[in-house]
């Protein structure tokens, strides 16, 4: 009986050996997780909440995460970039938190990401808009959804086409662009208050734009910050681009702290007349250029300041048409350690495909204007000569600083290299002196007269050169 045992008890540690083989062999034949070393693809690139909170409000917007590989990836953090203080969550596949960890996804597979917001505006003074981003790190690359939300009441524009009247009871911001397309017309009307966010463009696309401020009333173009430290922050934005415009005009307006105030490429040839006419507007503390007029585009100016812009006031570039009268163009701009404020010229050299392209001024006309800064030469010509082109200059009763001066036929009754005693240059104040040069030394019978200077004070008999009459 004893035997017996003993061998039942053999038998026993024999079938459990036999299972422990059973279950490691089957273990082994499994295969392992093998791991695509891709990166995810997201249903959008910016998750944009464009409801306008003016109590309390709470909205949910989603997006999917893809994996385009036939393996499995494995995300290995999710975190939401502002942490437990930003005013978005976020709930990926039913997992909630400011940072989430090995997340599998199969191939060709995806998840849904749930994100939600709270803004409490009451009270508060907050950013026109609000962000976040939420970073994803798969196989060591690190991929971004931006998140954005509205933060005060407003229009907000989102990459949207534009036509007809902004109405003018509450700030527009642009966020990315807002367009007038092709054959349309939008006008923007007095005491419109327009915010654009960072690289944010008005974008007018063979149409016409027409800004409709008045002396007091004006309409005004910033970046969307509102905290005071930008408020003399240049490059927020980038300004408004014309392409193959129908004729537009800007009045009274006041374009401040982007790259290009004013960017003009080309126009539409079938309309003679100006691209754009632009009259008692202020263009101030722009990053690169206050006007910029690129490749056959034509403006027409009066009474406009446009001072203190990083690289040029005014640049002319492989041709195209300008007419000003009785403006400022100031330079002392933050970039403009070796750039005049004017610079005028009629061809582009494409290094890149080692191409130049030249183009004819037609009109190159300033009169009763002012052309200064802190350099030796604030005005710069540099042109080709062919037979194809025209070049056309006059400039008369202007106000320059250039050393060495110029002599060409083109240029008359030219007061060089004057202190026009600004009253602060610093506060942008370029109202001047009774001791100035510029005190009556214009001459209004060159064009049609302008009874009244961009603050609205009349012009004299005999009136003085530049935007304001002292």
Same mark, same amino acid.
């Given at each position: 009986?004893?035997?017996? !045992?003993?061998?039942?008890?053999?038998?026993?540690?024999?079938?459990?050996?036999?299972?422990?083989? %059973?279950?490691?062999?089957?273990? /082994?034949?499994?295969?392992?997780?093998?791991? *695509?070393?891709?990166?995810?693809?997201?249903?959008?690139?910016?998750?944009?909440?464009?409801?306008?909170?003016?109590? +309390?409000?709470?909205?949910?917007? !989603?997006?999917?995460?893809?994996?385009?590989?036939?393996?499995?990836?494995?995300?290995?953090?999710?975190?939401?970039?502002?942490?437990?203080? /930003?005013?978005?969550?976020?709930?990926?596949?039913?997992?909630? &938190?400011?940072?989430?960890?090995? %997340?599998?996804?199969?191939?060709?597979?995806?998840?849904?990401?749930?994100?939600?917001?709270?803004? @409490?505006?009451?009270?508060?003074?907050?950013?026109?808009?609000?962000?976040?981003?939420?970073?994803?790190?798969?196989?060591?690359?690190?991929?971004?959804?931006?998140?954005?939300?509205?933060?005060?009441?407003?229009?907000?524009?989102?990459?949207?086409?534009?036509?007809?009247?902004?109405?003018?009871?509450?700030?527009?911001?642009?966020?990315?662009?807002?367009?007038?397309?092709?054959?349309?017309?939008?006008?923007?009307?007095?005491?419109?208050?327009? $915010?654009?966010?960072? @690289?944010?463009?008005?974008?007018?696309?063979?149409?016409?734009?027409?800004? !409709?401020? *008045?002396?007091?009333?004006?309409?005004?173009?910033?970046?969307?910050?509102?905290?005071?430290? $930008?408020?003399?922050?240049?490059?927020?934005?980038?300004?408004?681009?014309?392409?193959?415009?129908?004729?537009?005009?800007?009045?009274?307006?006041? %374009?401040?702290?982007?790259?290009?105030? +004013?960017?003009?490429? /080309?126009?539409?040839?079938?309309?003679?007349?100006?691209?754009?006419?632009?009259?008692?507007?202020?263009?101030?503390?722009?990053?690169?250029?206050?006007?910029?007029?690129?490749?056959?585009?034509?403006?027409?100016?009066? @009474?406009?300041?446009?001072?203190?812009?990083?690289?040029?006031?005014?640049?002319?570039?492989? &041709?195209?048409?300008?007419?000003?009268?009785?403006?400022?163009?100031?330079?002392?701009?933050?970039?403009?350690? *070796?750039?005049p404020a004017v610079g005028i010229s009629n061809f582009y050299n494409?290094?890149?495909?080692?191409?130049?392209?030249?183009?004819?001024?037609?009109?190159?006309?300033?009169?009763?204007?002012?052309?200064?800064?802190?350099?030796?030469?604030?005005?710069?010509?540099?042109?080709?000569?062919?037979i194809a082109i025209t070049l056309n200059f006059d400039m008369r009763?202007?106000? +320059?600083?250039?050393?060495?001066?110029?002599?060409?036929?083109?240029?008359?009754?030219?007061?060089?290299?004057?202190?026009?005693?600004?009253? /602060?240059? =610093?506060?942008?104040?370029?109202?001047?002196?009774?001791?100035? %040069?510029?005190?009556?030394? *214009?001459?209004?019978?060159? !064009? =049609?007269?302008?009874?009244?200077?961009?603050?609205?004070?009349?012009?004299?008999?005999?009136?003085?050169?530049?935007?304001?009459?002292?």
């Open positions: 009986m004893k035997q017996n !045992q003993i061998t039942v008890k053999k038998a026993g540690i024999l079938f459990l050996f036999s299972l422990a083989l %059973i279950v490691a062999s089957l273990s /082994s034949c499994k295969k392992p997780l093998l791991l *695509s070393k891709g990166n995810l693809e997201f249903s959008v690139d910016t998750v944009v909440f464009d409801t306008v909170f003016t109590t +309390i409000g709470s909205t949910t917007q !989603q997006f999917k995460i893809y994996n385009p590989e036939n393996k499995a990836v494995e995300i290995e953090e999710i975190e939401l970039m502002g942490g437990e203080s /930003s005013p978005f969550r976020m709930n990926i596949d039913g997992e909630i &938190g400011t940072s989430l960890t090995n %997340i599998t996804i199969e191939g060709e597979d995806s998840l849904f990401a749930f994100i939600e917001v709270t803004l @409490n505006v009451n009270g508060q003074t907050l950013p026109l808009i609000i962000e976040d981003s939420i970073r994803f790190r798969t196989n060591g690359v690190d991929q971004y959804v931006k998140l954005a939300v509205w933060g005060q009441d407003a229009y907000f524009h989102y990459k949207d086409v534009n036509e007809g009247i902004w109405p003018n009871d509450k700030p527009h911001v642009i966020y990315g662009y807002a367009a007038v397309d092709s054959a349309k017309s939008l006008i923007i009307q007095e005491d419109t208050e327009i $915010y654009l966010h960072k @690289n944010a463009i008005l974008y007018v696309y063979k149409g016409s734009l027409d800004i !409709q401020g *008045s002396l007091g009333h004006e309409v005004t173009l910033q970046g969307d910050r509102l905290e005071s430290m $930008y408020d003399d922050v240049p490059g927020q934005y980038y300004g408004i681009y014309f392409q193959e415009a129908r004729p537009s005009t800007i009045n009274y307006a006041i %374009i401040k702290n982007g790259t290009s105030g +004013i960017h003009l490429f /080309s126009r539409d040839n079938t309309f003679p007349g100006y691209t754009l006419t632009v009259t008692n507007t202020i263009i101030n503390n722009n990053a690169r250029y206050g006007i910029f007029i690129y490749s056959g585009a034509k403006v027409k100016g009066e @009474n406009c300041v446009i001072s203190k812009n990083g690289t040029h006031a005014l640049l002319v570039l492989e &041709g195209g048409d300008y007419n000003f009268n009785f403006c400022d163009f100031i330079g002392f701009g933050e970039g403009q350690s *070796s750039t494409d290094y890149a495909n080692g191409t130049q392209n030249i183009g004819s001024i037609n009109e190159g006309t300033i009169y009763n204007s002012v052309i200064y800064g802190g350099q030796d030469a604030e005005l710069v010509f540099n042109t080709i000569n062919d009763n202007c106000m +320059i600083k250039r050393t060495p001066t110029l002599t060409d036929s083109f240029l008359n009754s030219i007061f060089w290299n004057y202190n026009p005693l600004f009253t /602060s240059v =610093t506060d942008n104040d370029f109202t001047f002196s009774a001791g100035s %040069i510029l005190n009556n030394n *214009s001459n209004p019978s060159l !064009q =049609t007269y302008l009874p009244l200077d961009i603050a609205g004070n009349p012009r004299g008999p005999i009136p003085d050169i530049g935007a304001y009459e002292n």
